[in-house]
Protein backbone atom coordinates (compact mmCIF):
# COMPACT_ATOMS: atom_id res chain seq x y z
CA UNK A 1 0.00 0.00 0.00
CA UNK A 2 2.44 2.44 0.77
CA UNK A 3 4.73 1.32 -1.52
CA UNK A 4 1.98 2.18 -4.50
CA UNK A 5 1.40 5.78 -2.53
CA UNK A 6 5.00 6.22 -2.89
CA UNK A 7 5.12 5.44 -6.71
CA UNK A 8 1.85 7.54 -7.42
CA UNK A 9 3.75 10.55 -5.68
CA UNK A 10 6.61 9.65 -7.60
CA UNK A 11 4.42 9.58 -11.08
CA UNK A 12 2.65 13.05 -10.07
CA UNK A 13 6.29 14.65 -9.34
CA UNK A 14 7.42 13.70 -12.59
CA UNK A 15 4.44 14.96 -14.77
CA UNK A 16 5.10 18.42 -13.19
CA UNK A 17 8.89 18.33 -13.61
CA UNK A 18 8.28 17.40 -17.38
CA UNK A 19 5.74 20.43 -17.14
CA UNK A 20 8.31 22.44 -15.77
CA UNK A 21 11.01 21.31 -18.09
CA UNK A 22 9.17 22.30 -21.16
CA UNK A 23 7.64 25.51 -19.23
CA UNK A 24 11.14 26.31 -18.44
CA UNK A 25 12.48 25.43 -22.27
CA UNK A 26 9.59 27.53 -23.64
CA UNK A 27 10.78 30.48 -21.47
CA UNK A 28 14.40 30.10 -22.07
CA UNK A 29 14.36 29.65 -25.49
CA UNK A 30 12.11 32.20 -26.53
CA UNK A 31 13.96 34.64 -26.45
CA UNK A 32 17.40 33.50 -28.38
CA UNK A 33 14.87 31.64 -30.79
CA UNK A 34 13.45 34.80 -31.60
CA UNK A 35 16.68 35.54 -33.63
CA UNK A 36 17.17 32.75 -36.10
CA UNK A 37 21.37 32.12 -35.74
CA UNK A 38 22.98 34.09 -38.71
CA UNK A 39 23.90 30.84 -40.46
CA UNK A 40 25.41 31.91 -43.95
CA UNK A 41 28.57 34.15 -42.36
CA UNK A 42 28.34 35.89 -45.22
CA UNK A 43 30.74 38.93 -44.42
CA UNK A 44 28.79 41.12 -46.07
CA UNK A 45 25.68 40.18 -44.48
CA UNK A 46 26.24 42.60 -41.42
CA UNK A 47 24.70 40.84 -38.26
CA UNK A 48 21.16 42.22 -37.82
CA UNK A 49 20.47 38.88 -35.57
CA UNK A 50 23.05 40.09 -32.95
CA UNK A 51 20.09 42.15 -31.45
CA UNK A 52 19.87 39.36 -29.04
CA UNK A 53 17.69 39.10 -26.01
CA UNK A 54 17.02 41.34 -23.37
CA UNK A 55 16.31 44.38 -21.53
CA UNK A 56 17.08 47.51 -22.43
CA UNK A 57 17.24 46.78 -26.26
CA UNK A 58 15.78 48.52 -28.80
CA UNK A 59 15.15 46.00 -31.53
CA UNK A 60 16.60 46.26 -34.93
CA UNK A 61 19.77 47.83 -33.84
CA UNK A 62 22.26 45.85 -34.53
CA UNK A 63 25.46 45.45 -31.86
CA UNK A 64 28.90 45.68 -32.61
CA UNK A 65 31.46 44.26 -30.35
CA UNK A 66 35.01 45.33 -29.85
CA UNK A 67 37.24 44.66 -26.88
CA UNK A 68 39.29 47.50 -26.08
CA UNK A 69 42.67 47.78 -23.90
CA UNK A 70 41.96 49.19 -20.67
CA UNK A 71 44.17 52.61 -20.41
CA UNK A 72 41.33 53.67 -22.78
CA UNK A 73 38.87 52.74 -20.51
CA UNK A 74 40.01 53.75 -17.57
CA UNK A 75 40.83 56.89 -18.96
CA UNK A 76 37.07 57.75 -19.73
CA UNK A 77 38.16 57.90 -23.17
CA UNK A 78 35.79 55.49 -24.67
CA UNK A 79 32.31 56.43 -22.56
CA UNK A 80 32.82 59.56 -24.63
CA UNK A 81 33.54 58.48 -28.16
CA UNK A 82 30.86 55.59 -27.53
CA UNK A 83 27.53 57.36 -28.05
CA UNK A 84 29.50 59.28 -31.41
CA UNK A 85 29.69 56.30 -33.01
CA UNK A 86 26.51 54.87 -32.03
CA UNK A 87 24.77 57.83 -33.78
CA UNK A 88 27.49 57.70 -36.79
CA UNK A 89 27.14 54.02 -37.67
CA UNK A 90 23.55 53.54 -36.20
CA UNK A 91 24.47 50.19 -33.89
CA UNK A 92 24.93 49.55 -30.59
CA UNK A 93 28.55 49.94 -29.64
CA UNK A 94 29.71 47.10 -27.20
CA UNK A 95 32.74 47.94 -25.31
CA UNK A 96 34.39 44.86 -23.38
CA UNK A 97 37.05 46.02 -20.88
CA UNK A 98 40.20 43.56 -22.08
CA UNK A 99 44.24 44.00 -21.44
CA UNK A 100 45.86 43.44 -25.04
CA UNK A 101 46.45 39.24 -24.13
CA UNK A 102 42.42 38.90 -22.99
CA UNK A 103 41.77 41.19 -26.41
CA UNK A 104 43.26 39.18 -29.19
CA UNK A 105 42.07 35.57 -27.29
CA UNK A 106 38.16 37.26 -27.90
CA UNK A 107 39.51 37.96 -31.14
CA UNK A 108 40.54 34.90 -32.02
CA UNK A 109 37.14 33.54 -31.11
CA UNK A 110 35.19 35.81 -32.68
CA UNK A 111 33.34 37.12 -29.90
CA UNK A 112 34.32 40.51 -30.76
CA UNK A 113 34.74 41.96 -34.28
CA UNK A 114 37.03 44.56 -34.05
CA UNK A 115 39.99 45.31 -31.21
CA UNK A 116 42.01 48.37 -29.79
CA UNK A 117 45.51 47.27 -28.51
CA UNK A 118 48.46 48.27 -27.97
CA UNK A 119 51.13 45.32 -28.23
CA UNK A 120 53.04 45.90 -31.52
CA UNK A 121 54.42 42.22 -31.63
CA UNK A 122 51.29 40.73 -30.40
CA UNK A 123 49.20 42.33 -32.86
CA UNK A 124 51.85 41.65 -35.78
CA UNK A 125 51.14 37.92 -35.05
CA UNK A 126 48.13 38.01 -34.78
CA UNK A 127 48.10 39.60 -38.37
CA UNK A 128 50.67 37.40 -39.36
CA UNK A 129 48.09 34.59 -38.51
CA UNK A 130 45.74 35.47 -40.22
CA UNK A 131 42.99 36.54 -37.41
CA UNK A 132 43.53 40.29 -37.58
CA UNK A 133 43.30 42.81 -41.03
CA UNK A 134 42.97 46.24 -42.14
CA UNK A 135 44.93 47.59 -38.66
CA UNK A 136 45.35 51.40 -38.51
CA UNK A 137 46.81 53.19 -35.83
CA UNK A 138 44.81 56.29 -34.29
CA UNK A 139 46.50 57.57 -31.18
CA UNK A 140 49.76 57.13 -28.86
CA UNK A 141 51.29 58.37 -25.53
CA UNK A 142 54.09 57.56 -23.55
CA UNK A 143 54.78 55.11 -21.08
CA UNK A 144 56.39 56.07 -17.33
CA UNK A 145 57.94 55.15 -14.17
CA UNK A 146 56.18 56.16 -10.95
CA UNK A 147 57.15 55.17 -7.56
CA UNK A 148 57.48 56.59 -4.01
CA UNK A 149 58.35 60.23 -4.10
CA UNK A 150 61.12 59.43 -1.59
CA UNK A 151 62.73 57.17 -4.42
CA UNK A 152 63.90 54.43 -2.34
CA UNK A 153 65.80 52.79 -5.22
CA UNK A 154 67.09 56.26 -7.00
CA UNK A 155 66.34 56.26 -10.19
CA UNK A 156 65.00 59.44 -11.34
CA UNK A 157 66.10 60.83 -14.34
CA UNK A 158 67.87 57.47 -15.55
CA UNK A 159 67.07 55.32 -18.98
CA UNK A 160 64.24 53.44 -18.29
CA UNK A 161 66.53 50.00 -18.96
CA UNK A 162 69.15 51.15 -15.98
CA UNK A 163 66.12 52.20 -13.91
CA UNK A 164 64.56 48.79 -14.03
CA UNK A 165 68.04 47.28 -13.49
CA UNK A 166 68.31 49.42 -10.13
CA UNK A 167 65.02 48.75 -8.97
CA UNK A 168 65.64 44.95 -10.02
CA UNK A 169 68.66 45.19 -7.42
CA UNK A 170 67.28 47.22 -4.40
CA UNK A 171 64.18 44.73 -4.49
CA UNK A 172 65.99 41.72 -4.35
CA UNK A 173 68.62 43.33 -1.70
CA UNK A 174 65.47 44.57 0.64
CA UNK A 175 61.83 43.80 -0.78
CA UNK A 176 60.22 45.91 2.31
CA UNK A 177 61.38 48.88 1.30
CA UNK A 178 61.81 48.55 -2.93
CA UNK A 179 58.78 46.95 -4.57
CA UNK A 180 57.72 46.67 -8.58
CA UNK A 181 53.69 46.39 -9.12
CA UNK A 182 53.51 44.02 -12.50
CA UNK A 183 50.41 44.41 -14.92
CA UNK A 184 51.29 40.49 -14.76
CA UNK A 185 48.40 40.07 -17.41
CA UNK A 186 49.75 39.50 -21.29
CA UNK A 187 48.44 43.36 -21.83
CA UNK A 188 50.29 45.91 -23.92
CA UNK A 189 51.64 47.55 -20.98
CA UNK A 190 52.78 44.55 -19.84
CA UNK A 191 54.62 43.56 -23.43
CA UNK A 192 56.33 46.62 -23.00
CA UNK A 193 57.85 46.13 -19.34
CA UNK A 194 58.87 42.47 -20.65
CA UNK A 195 60.66 44.37 -23.09
CA UNK A 196 62.23 46.88 -21.19
CA UNK A 197 63.69 44.05 -18.67
CA UNK A 198 65.01 42.43 -21.63
CA UNK A 199 66.21 45.98 -22.64
CA UNK A 200 68.47 45.95 -18.93
CA UNK A 201 70.12 42.59 -20.05
CA UNK A 202 67.31 40.06 -17.18
CA UNK A 203 65.71 37.65 -18.25
CA UNK A 204 61.71 37.68 -17.45
CA UNK A 205 61.60 34.43 -15.85
CA UNK A 206 64.37 35.62 -13.46
CA UNK A 207 62.85 38.73 -12.57
CA UNK A 208 59.57 36.89 -12.20
CA UNK A 209 60.89 34.34 -9.48
CA UNK A 210 63.59 36.69 -7.76
CA UNK A 211 61.32 37.32 -4.71
CA UNK A 212 58.62 38.92 -3.06
CA UNK A 213 59.73 42.65 -4.25
CA UNK A 214 58.51 41.89 -8.16
CA UNK A 215 54.24 41.64 -7.29
CA UNK A 216 52.49 40.24 -10.27
CA UNK A 217 49.29 42.18 -10.26
CA UNK A 218 46.99 40.73 -12.71
CA UNK A 219 44.76 43.74 -12.88
CA UNK A 220 44.37 46.63 -15.37
CA UNK A 221 46.33 50.10 -15.87
CA UNK A 222 43.84 51.78 -13.04
CA UNK A 223 43.86 48.80 -10.30
CA UNK A 224 47.83 48.52 -10.52
CA UNK A 225 48.36 52.63 -10.04
CA UNK A 226 46.39 51.88 -6.84
CA UNK A 227 48.07 48.87 -5.57
CA UNK A 228 51.70 50.71 -6.54
CA UNK A 229 50.25 53.62 -4.02
CA UNK A 230 48.91 51.48 -1.88
CA UNK A 231 52.04 49.60 -1.35
CA UNK A 232 55.17 52.33 -2.04
CA UNK A 233 55.75 50.79 -4.87
CA UNK A 234 57.31 51.58 -8.79
CA UNK A 235 55.30 50.64 -11.87
CA UNK A 236 55.33 51.40 -15.32
CA UNK A 237 52.09 53.39 -16.30
CA UNK A 238 51.04 54.93 -19.55
CA UNK A 239 50.87 58.40 -19.27
CA UNK A 240 47.17 58.82 -19.60
CA UNK A 241 45.94 56.40 -17.07
CA UNK A 242 48.20 58.16 -14.75
CA UNK A 243 47.04 61.81 -15.77
CA UNK A 244 43.41 60.15 -15.08
CA UNK A 245 44.26 58.75 -11.51
CA UNK A 246 46.82 61.47 -10.57
CA UNK A 247 43.94 62.56 -8.01
CA UNK A 248 44.01 59.36 -6.54
CA UNK A 249 47.09 57.71 -6.08
CA UNK A 250 50.29 58.74 -4.25
CA UNK A 251 52.88 57.85 -6.72
CA UNK A 252 55.08 60.30 -8.31
CA UNK A 253 56.55 60.18 -11.97
CA UNK A 254 59.94 59.51 -11.73
CA UNK A 255 60.94 58.77 -15.39
CA UNK A 256 59.43 60.04 -18.38
CA UNK A 257 61.99 59.88 -21.13
CA UNK A 258 63.13 57.00 -22.72
CA UNK A 259 63.49 55.28 -26.14
CA UNK A 260 61.12 52.30 -25.27
CA UNK A 261 58.46 54.35 -24.08
CA UNK A 262 56.49 55.05 -26.73
CA UNK A 263 52.92 53.75 -26.73
CA UNK A 264 50.71 53.65 -30.11
CA UNK A 265 46.88 52.43 -30.19
CA UNK A 266 46.25 50.54 -32.88
CA UNK A 267 42.60 49.67 -33.82
CA UNK A 268 41.94 46.29 -36.62
CA UNK A 269 39.07 44.28 -37.49
CA UNK A 270 38.62 40.41 -36.93
CA UNK A 271 39.42 38.70 -40.64
CA UNK A 272 36.02 36.84 -41.33
CA UNK A 273 37.69 34.66 -43.60
CA UNK A 274 39.93 33.01 -40.70
CA UNK A 275 37.44 33.59 -38.29
CA UNK A 276 34.09 32.30 -39.52
CA UNK A 277 32.04 33.55 -36.60
CA UNK A 278 32.99 37.48 -37.15
CA UNK A 279 30.15 39.09 -39.22
CA UNK A 280 30.27 42.66 -39.27
CA UNK A 281 33.36 43.72 -41.08
CA UNK A 282 31.71 46.43 -42.99
CA UNK A 283 30.93 48.24 -39.67
CA UNK A 284 34.28 47.10 -38.13
CA UNK A 285 35.61 49.09 -41.11
CA UNK A 286 33.50 51.80 -40.63
CA UNK A 287 34.65 52.01 -37.67
CA UNK A 288 38.53 51.88 -38.21
CA UNK A 289 37.91 54.92 -40.31
CA UNK A 290 35.67 56.68 -37.88
CA UNK A 291 38.97 56.40 -35.44
CA UNK A 292 41.02 57.75 -38.08
CA UNK A 293 39.07 61.00 -39.25
CA UNK A 294 39.12 64.38 -38.27
CA UNK A 295 36.36 64.16 -35.94
CA UNK A 296 37.65 61.66 -33.86
CA UNK A 297 41.21 62.67 -33.79
CA UNK A 298 40.36 66.39 -32.98
CA UNK A 299 38.09 64.79 -29.86
CA UNK A 300 41.52 62.93 -29.05
CA UNK A 301 43.67 66.00 -29.04
CA UNK A 302 41.04 68.20 -26.45
CA UNK A 303 40.26 65.38 -24.13
CA UNK A 304 41.35 66.38 -20.42
CA UNK A 305 42.39 69.20 -21.65
CA UNK A 306 39.93 70.59 -19.44
CA UNK A 307 40.52 68.37 -16.35
CA UNK A 308 44.14 67.97 -16.86
CA UNK A 309 45.22 70.98 -18.61
CA UNK A 310 46.87 68.77 -21.59
CA UNK A 311 44.83 65.99 -23.72
CA UNK A 312 45.28 62.20 -22.20
CA UNK A 313 46.36 61.30 -25.55
CA UNK A 314 47.92 62.44 -28.45
CA UNK A 315 46.60 62.29 -31.95
CA UNK A 316 48.43 60.62 -34.76
CA UNK A 317 46.51 63.20 -37.52
CA UNK A 318 48.98 66.30 -38.21
CA UNK A 319 51.93 64.16 -37.87
CA UNK A 320 52.20 64.99 -34.32
CA UNK A 321 54.37 61.57 -33.78
CA UNK A 322 58.03 61.71 -35.05
CA UNK A 323 60.50 59.93 -32.57
CA UNK A 324 61.39 56.54 -33.85
CA UNK A 325 59.30 53.41 -33.69
CA UNK A 326 55.96 56.25 -34.76
CA UNK A 327 53.63 54.20 -37.38
CA UNK A 328 54.68 55.16 -41.15
CA UNK A 329 51.81 58.25 -42.32
CA UNK A 330 49.42 55.73 -44.28
CA UNK A 331 48.77 53.70 -41.28
CA UNK A 332 47.01 56.21 -39.41
CA UNK A 333 45.88 58.14 -42.92
CA UNK A 334 44.93 55.57 -45.63
CA UNK A 335 40.93 54.44 -45.49
CA UNK A 336 40.47 50.80 -45.14
CA UNK A 337 38.58 49.24 -47.50
CA UNK B 1 36.52 54.66 7.51
CA UNK B 2 34.64 58.02 6.71
CA UNK B 3 34.11 56.76 3.38
CA UNK B 4 31.56 54.40 5.23
CA UNK B 5 29.44 57.69 6.09
CA UNK B 6 30.29 59.51 2.60
CA UNK B 7 29.13 56.19 0.59
CA UNK B 8 26.02 56.19 3.12
CA UNK B 9 25.29 59.77 1.92
CA UNK B 10 25.97 58.91 -1.71
CA UNK B 11 23.67 56.05 -1.94
CA UNK B 12 20.79 58.04 -0.01
CA UNK B 13 21.43 60.84 -2.56
CA UNK B 14 21.19 58.14 -5.81
CA UNK B 15 18.91 56.94 -4.83
CA UNK B 16 16.55 59.96 -4.13
CA UNK B 17 17.22 62.15 -7.00
CA UNK B 18 17.05 58.62 -9.39
CA UNK B 19 20.06 59.14 -11.29
CA UNK B 20 19.64 56.97 -14.40
CA UNK B 21 22.58 55.03 -14.70
CA UNK B 22 22.40 53.65 -11.33
CA UNK B 23 18.46 52.94 -11.60
CA UNK B 24 18.89 51.19 -14.47
CA UNK B 25 22.09 49.00 -13.40
CA UNK B 26 20.16 48.85 -10.44
CA UNK B 27 16.45 47.65 -12.49
CA UNK B 28 19.09 45.52 -14.53
CA UNK B 29 20.54 43.40 -11.29
CA UNK B 30 17.16 43.08 -10.33
CA UNK B 31 15.53 41.86 -13.35
CA UNK B 32 18.20 39.45 -14.26
CA UNK B 33 18.38 38.24 -11.02
CA UNK B 34 14.71 37.68 -10.81
CA UNK B 35 14.66 35.68 -14.52
CA UNK B 36 17.53 33.25 -12.95
CA UNK B 37 15.96 32.36 -9.92
CA UNK B 38 11.95 32.29 -11.58
CA UNK B 39 13.86 29.85 -14.31
CA UNK B 40 15.98 27.93 -11.86
CA UNK B 41 12.95 27.23 -9.51
CA UNK B 42 10.92 25.32 -12.25
CA UNK B 43 13.38 23.12 -12.45
CA UNK B 44 14.71 22.88 -9.26
CA UNK B 45 11.94 22.79 -6.84
CA UNK B 46 10.35 19.64 -8.50
CA UNK B 47 13.95 18.46 -8.86
CA UNK B 48 13.69 18.42 -5.58
CA UNK B 49 10.45 16.74 -4.63
CA UNK B 50 11.26 14.47 -7.24
CA UNK B 51 13.98 13.23 -5.52
CA UNK B 52 12.58 13.49 -1.92
CA UNK B 53 9.25 11.48 -2.78
CA UNK B 54 11.52 8.94 -4.29
CA UNK B 55 13.42 6.20 -2.77
CA UNK B 56 15.71 4.90 -5.35
CA UNK B 57 19.88 3.67 -5.05
CA UNK B 58 22.39 6.00 -4.69
CA UNK B 59 19.76 8.93 -3.48
CA UNK B 60 22.05 9.87 -0.83
CA UNK B 61 25.01 10.08 -3.61
CA UNK B 62 22.92 12.21 -5.13
CA UNK B 63 22.07 14.35 -2.76
CA UNK B 64 26.11 14.55 -1.81
CA UNK B 65 26.65 15.20 -5.08
CA UNK B 66 24.01 18.64 -5.39
CA UNK B 67 25.84 19.71 -2.04
CA UNK B 68 28.72 19.47 -3.21
CA UNK B 69 28.19 21.99 -6.35
CA UNK B 70 26.42 24.46 -3.83
CA UNK B 71 30.27 25.50 -3.72
CA UNK B 72 30.62 25.74 -7.48
CA UNK B 73 32.86 28.74 -7.74
CA UNK B 74 31.30 31.63 -10.11
CA UNK B 75 33.82 32.29 -12.35
CA UNK B 76 33.94 28.33 -13.20
CA UNK B 77 30.89 28.52 -13.80
CA UNK B 78 31.56 31.27 -16.15
CA UNK B 79 34.38 30.20 -18.29
CA UNK B 80 32.25 26.49 -18.40
CA UNK B 81 29.04 28.87 -19.62
CA UNK B 82 31.86 30.71 -22.11
CA UNK B 83 33.18 28.17 -23.69
CA UNK B 84 30.22 26.82 -24.72
CA UNK B 85 28.40 30.22 -26.21
CA UNK B 86 31.45 31.54 -27.22
CA UNK B 87 30.87 32.40 -31.08
CA UNK B 88 33.45 29.51 -31.88
CA UNK B 89 32.15 27.25 -28.83
CA UNK B 90 29.32 24.56 -29.73
CA UNK B 91 26.02 27.26 -29.04
CA UNK B 92 28.33 29.90 -30.54
CA UNK B 93 25.17 30.41 -33.35
CA UNK B 94 22.78 31.37 -30.57
CA UNK B 95 24.92 34.89 -30.43
CA UNK B 96 24.31 34.84 -26.77
CA UNK B 97 27.94 35.50 -25.21
CA UNK B 98 28.06 39.08 -23.82
CA UNK B 99 24.62 39.59 -23.48
CA UNK B 100 22.15 39.65 -20.75
CA UNK B 101 20.44 36.12 -21.22
CA UNK B 102 24.49 35.18 -20.89
CA UNK B 103 24.55 36.24 -17.47
CA UNK B 104 20.95 34.74 -16.54
CA UNK B 105 22.43 31.13 -18.15
CA UNK B 106 25.12 31.23 -15.84
CA UNK B 107 23.49 32.43 -12.78
CA UNK B 108 20.52 29.57 -13.51
CA UNK B 109 23.67 26.98 -13.22
CA UNK B 110 25.18 28.72 -10.49
CA UNK B 111 21.65 28.17 -8.40
CA UNK B 112 20.26 25.16 -9.43
CA UNK B 113 22.21 23.19 -6.92
CA UNK B 114 21.14 25.34 -4.02
CA UNK B 115 17.89 26.08 -5.02
CA UNK B 116 17.17 21.41 -5.75
CA UNK B 117 19.63 20.85 -2.23
CA UNK B 118 17.21 23.49 0.00
CA UNK B 119 13.97 22.25 -1.65
CA UNK B 120 14.74 18.84 -0.86
CA UNK B 121 15.76 20.01 2.47
CA UNK B 122 12.70 22.14 3.19
CA UNK B 123 10.55 18.94 2.35
CA UNK B 124 12.91 16.44 4.50
CA UNK B 125 12.03 19.40 7.31
CA UNK B 126 8.25 18.62 7.49
CA UNK B 127 6.77 16.27 9.90
CA UNK B 128 6.37 12.77 8.61
CA UNK B 129 3.21 12.67 10.79
CA UNK B 130 1.62 15.20 8.69
CA UNK B 131 1.96 13.38 5.73
CA UNK B 132 1.04 10.53 7.48
CA UNK B 133 -1.86 11.90 8.89
CA UNK B 134 -3.11 13.43 5.50
CA UNK B 135 -2.80 9.37 3.78
CA UNK B 136 -4.56 7.59 6.66
CA UNK B 137 -7.31 10.31 6.64
CA UNK B 138 -8.20 9.64 3.23
CA UNK B 139 -6.32 12.26 0.90
CA UNK B 140 -4.56 10.92 -2.43
CA UNK B 141 -1.29 10.69 -2.86
CA UNK B 142 -1.63 13.85 -4.71
CA UNK B 143 -3.36 15.94 -2.22
CA UNK B 144 -1.13 14.67 0.36
CA UNK B 145 2.12 15.87 -1.10
CA UNK B 146 0.54 19.30 -1.92
CA UNK B 147 0.00 19.33 1.67
CA UNK B 148 3.32 18.28 1.86
CA UNK B 149 4.42 21.25 -0.19
CA UNK B 150 2.44 23.65 1.37
CA UNK B 151 3.59 22.71 4.75
CA UNK B 152 7.60 23.33 3.25
CA UNK B 153 6.09 26.35 2.24
CA UNK B 154 8.87 28.76 4.59
CA UNK B 155 11.76 26.48 4.22
CA UNK B 156 11.15 26.73 0.06
CA UNK B 157 10.81 30.53 0.11
CA UNK B 158 13.94 30.91 2.31
CA UNK B 159 15.56 28.88 -0.54
CA UNK B 160 14.14 30.90 -3.33
CA UNK B 161 15.52 34.07 -0.94
CA UNK B 162 18.83 32.51 -0.67
CA UNK B 163 18.99 31.44 -4.61
CA UNK B 164 18.71 35.01 -5.49
CA UNK B 165 20.92 36.76 -2.99
CA UNK B 166 23.51 34.57 -4.45
CA UNK B 167 22.37 35.15 -8.09
CA UNK B 168 22.68 39.29 -7.52
CA UNK B 169 25.54 39.37 -5.35
CA UNK B 170 27.70 37.37 -7.64
CA UNK B 171 30.03 38.53 -10.17
CA UNK B 172 32.52 36.44 -11.83
CA UNK B 173 29.51 34.70 -14.12
CA UNK B 174 28.00 38.14 -14.81
CA UNK B 175 31.59 39.41 -15.45
CA UNK B 176 32.71 36.61 -18.27
CA UNK B 177 29.82 36.11 -19.52
CA UNK B 178 27.97 39.69 -19.87
CA UNK B 179 31.22 41.49 -20.55
CA UNK B 180 30.12 44.36 -17.96
CA UNK B 181 29.14 46.25 -20.78
CA UNK B 182 27.54 49.95 -20.08
CA UNK B 183 23.66 50.26 -20.92
CA UNK B 184 23.84 46.26 -21.64
CA UNK B 185 24.86 44.23 -19.43
CA UNK B 186 26.35 46.02 -16.70
CA UNK B 187 24.98 44.87 -13.51
CA UNK B 188 25.34 46.01 -9.77
CA UNK B 189 28.17 43.48 -9.17
CA UNK B 190 30.36 44.39 -12.26
CA UNK B 191 29.56 47.73 -11.80
CA UNK B 192 30.93 48.14 -8.13
CA UNK B 193 34.04 46.01 -9.18
CA UNK B 194 34.51 48.31 -12.47
CA UNK B 195 34.44 51.71 -9.92
CA UNK B 196 36.91 50.10 -7.13
CA UNK B 197 39.11 49.52 -10.51
CA UNK B 198 38.59 53.32 -11.08
CA UNK B 199 39.26 54.05 -7.09
CA UNK B 200 36.00 55.45 -7.09
CA UNK B 201 35.64 53.75 -3.74
CA UNK B 202 32.39 56.10 -2.34
CA UNK B 203 30.41 55.29 -5.33
CA UNK B 204 31.42 51.18 -5.30
CA UNK B 205 30.42 51.40 -1.59
CA UNK B 206 27.23 53.27 -2.59
CA UNK B 207 26.22 50.75 -5.40
CA UNK B 208 27.00 47.96 -2.61
CA UNK B 209 24.35 49.57 -0.23
CA UNK B 210 21.75 50.10 -2.50
CA UNK B 211 22.16 46.33 -3.42
CA UNK B 212 22.13 45.16 -0.20
CA UNK B 213 18.74 47.87 -0.37
CA UNK B 214 17.24 45.56 -3.66
CA UNK B 215 17.84 42.22 -1.46
CA UNK B 216 16.13 43.81 1.54
CA UNK B 217 13.43 44.74 -0.46
CA UNK B 218 12.77 41.32 -2.03
CA UNK B 219 13.09 39.49 1.29
CA UNK B 220 10.34 41.67 2.81
CA UNK B 221 7.90 41.42 0.05
CA UNK B 222 8.14 37.63 0.04
CA UNK B 223 7.66 37.27 3.85
CA UNK B 224 4.53 39.42 3.69
CA UNK B 225 3.15 37.48 1.01
CA UNK B 226 4.05 34.11 2.30
CA UNK B 227 2.08 35.26 5.82
CA UNK B 228 -0.75 36.39 3.74
CA UNK B 229 -1.15 32.58 2.74
Redesign the interface.
Known amino acids: MKSL ?2 Y ?3 R ?3 T ?2 IA ?2 L ?2 TI ?2 GC ?2 AA ?1 P ?3 TGQPSAD ?1 K ?2 Q ?6 IPGTP ?1 F ?1 IATTTSLY ?1 TGLW ?1 YL ?1 PMFEKKANV ?1 L ?4 AGTGAALEYG ?4 VDALVVHDPEAEAKFIADGYGINRRSFAFNHFLIAGPAGDPAGIKGLPPEQAFKKIYEAGKADPTKVKFISRGDNSGTHSKEKLIWQAAGLKYEDVQKSGPWYVEAG ?2 M ?2 C ?2 MASEQGAYILADISTFLA ?1 KG ?2 NVAPLIEQGDLFLNVYDVMAINPEK ?1 K ?2 KMLPTANTFINWLMSDDVQNTIATYGVAEYGRPLFNPLKGGGCTEPGCPKLADYTVPVK | MQELWQALVQAVNLIVSLDPEVI ?1 IS ?2 SL ?2 SAASIL ?1 AA ?2 CI ?2 G ?2 IH ?3 FKGKRVVINVIQTFYSLPTVVVGLFVFLFI ?4 PF ?10 AI ?1 IGQVILIMPVLTGMAIGALSGVDKAIRDTA ?1 SSGA ?3 Q ?2 RAILFEARFAVVGALILGFGRAISEVGAALMLG ?7 RVLTTAIS ?1 E ?4 ELVLSLALGIILIGIAMVVSVIMNILLQRY
Not at chain 1, 94 to 97: A, K, L, N, P
Not at chain 2, 86 to 89: A, F, N, P, W
Not at chain 2, 179 to 185: A, E, H, L, S
Not at chain 2, 196 to 199: E, H, L, M, P, V
Open positions: VVRVHVSIILCLLGLAAPTPAANSAATAFPVRKDNEKDIVYKRGDKGGPLLYKVVTA | ELRYIILFPMALFHDSRSGGGLELLFTPAIISSTAMGNIRGYTLTQRG
